[in-house]
């Protein structure tokens, strides 16, 4: 069943950005993921947690595609770089079927 992950991010500087989203849609593409949205332009419709600076949907063909990007050394290695300058909120949801 294809799943998704959805991220929230919240970027404290602007250091590892040209690094991390100049490789990470390569990391994405190599484990069978497209993203669906990417950056975007948060806009808050309801409640009251602090909105994102970027927010983003990846999708895979099922949650072990997703779980294999997330655990992968390309990945964790990004996402190392990434937590130099940001803090994120992720999850991973499956389709409706």
Do not use: C
């Not at 590892?16 to 669906?36: C, H, L, Q, R």
């Not at 999708?59 to 390309?74: L, V």
Request: charged share 25%; net charge negative; no cysteine.
């Amino acid at each position: 069943m294809t799943a998704f992950v959805i991220g929230q991010m919240h970027i404290q500087s602007r250091d590892w950005m040209d690094e991390y989203f100049a490789k990470i849609p390569t990391v994405v593409s190599d484990n069978s993921g497209k993203f669906i949205v990417r950056g975007g332009d948060p806009e808050h419709l309801e409640g009251e947690s602090k909105l994102p600076d970027a927010a983003f949907i990846i999708e895979f063909p099922d949650r072990e595609h997703a779980r294999r990007f997330w655990a992968s050394d390309e990945f964790q290695a990004l996402a190392i770089l990434r937590r130099s300058g940001s803090f994120l909120n992720a999850i991973l949801v499956d389709k409706l079927p």
